[in-house]
């Protein structure tokens, strides 16, 4: 894991006059990856190595329990805005498959965060922000029916639904190392396409679209 050292001016030597969003996001970064290697989480482990002290957790998140909900605020506040830099496109089924994609490279970037987003263990800050990233997929599901591709009686609540609980499932194998990350371009694009011709598209149509519509950076495929 990559140290997080920040240099932070304190006021007294405890706690900073006022919050700096550097050191909030190193504290989120870091709590996160304490879950998901399942390490104990106390005020000083959190702070080791960041170069802020234990009140710099209430400064930022008025206790363990505000951190909590800002961790999983932060996952999906960071996905809602990969999936916002998918643009809308005249094909719907296409746009569906960049969603896919911009989803699994969110994963990938902050593996942690997205781990610690779906532990319903913590309430969420804003529910209604988190519901955000799935409210895009059944928008665009909506859309693709609207433009014939989707049978009319197709819900798009549902097709939402399981395209992300499919997405989710596969992004968890390789972001925990039972699959190679090679296993997402390998398997994702074709389960996305059967997914949507089951919603009522052309399989032909629906693999050309999906092929036009999945990528993924380099980086991360």
Same mark, same amino acid.
């Given at each position: 894991?990559?140290?997080?050292?920040?240099?932070?001016?304190?006021?007294?030597?405890?706690?900073?006059?006022? !919050?700096? %969003? +550097? *050191?909030?996001? #190193?504290?989120?970064?870091? &709590? =996160? $990856?304490?879950?998901?290697?399942?390490?104990?989480?106390?005020?000083?482990?959190?702070?080791?190595?960041?170069?802020?002290?234990?009140?710099?957790?209430?400064?930022?998140?008025?206790?363990?329990?505000?951190?909590?909900?800002?961790?999983?605020?932060?996952?999906?506040?960071?996905?809602?805005?990969?999936?916002?830099?998918?643009?809308?496109?005249?094909?719907?089924?296409?746009?569906?498959?960049?969603?896919?994609?911009?989803?699994?490279?969110?994963?990938? !970037?902050? %593996? +942690? *965060?997205?781990? #610690?987003?779906?532990?319903? &263990? =913590? $309430?969420?800050?804003?529910?209604?922000?988190?519901?955000?990233?799935?409210?895009?997929?059944?928008?665009?599901?909506?859309?693709?029916?609207?433009?014939?591709?989707?049978?009319?009686?197709?819900?798009?609540?549902?097709?939402?639904?399981?395209?992300?609980?499919?997405?989710?499932?596969?992004?968890?194998?390789?972001?925990?190392?039972?699959?190679?990350?090679?296993?997402?371009?390998?398997?994702?694009?074709?389960?996305?396409?059967?997914?949507?011709?089951? !919603?009522?598209?052309?399989?032909?149509? #629906?693999?050309?679209?999906? &092929? =036009?519509?999945?990528?993924?950076?380099?980086?991360?495929?």
């Amino acid at each position: 894991m990559t140290v997080l050292c920040i240099a932070v001016s304190w006021n007294d030597g405890q706690v900073p006059r006022t !919050a700096s %969003p +550097a *050191l909030r996001a #190193a504290l989120l970064e870091r &709590a =996160a $990856e304490m879950l998901a290697r399942r390490e104990p989480v106390t005020l000083r482990a959190l702070v080791e190595g960041t170069g802020a002290s234990t009140m710099a957790v209430y400064t930022h998140f008025g206790g363990m329990p505000g951190l909590w909900r800002a961790v999983r605020q932060e996952g999906f506040t960071r996905l809602a805005a990969r999936l916002g830099t998918v643009p809308a496109s005249d094909d719907p089924v296409r746009d569906l498959a960049a969603l896919g994609a911009a989803y699994v490279a969110n994963a990938l !970037a902050t %593996p +942690a *965060l997205y781990r #610690a987003m779906f532990d319903a &263990a =913590a $309430e969420l800050e804003d529910p209604d922000a988190a519901a955000a990233p799935f409210d895009t997929l059944v928008d665009a599901a909506a859309r693709a029916r609207e433009a014939g591709r989707f049978a009319p009686d197709s819900d798009p609540e549902v097709v939402a639904t399981r395209y992300w609980a499919t997405g989710h499932g596969l992004i968890l194998l390789v972001i925990t190392g039972v699959l190679p990350a090679e296993a997402l371009d390998a398997h994702a694009p074709a389960v996305a396409a059967a997914l949507f011709v089951a !919603a009522g598209d052309d399989e032909q149509r #629906a693999a050309r679209s999906v &092929a =036009a519509g999945w990528s993924l950076p380099a980086a991360t495929a």
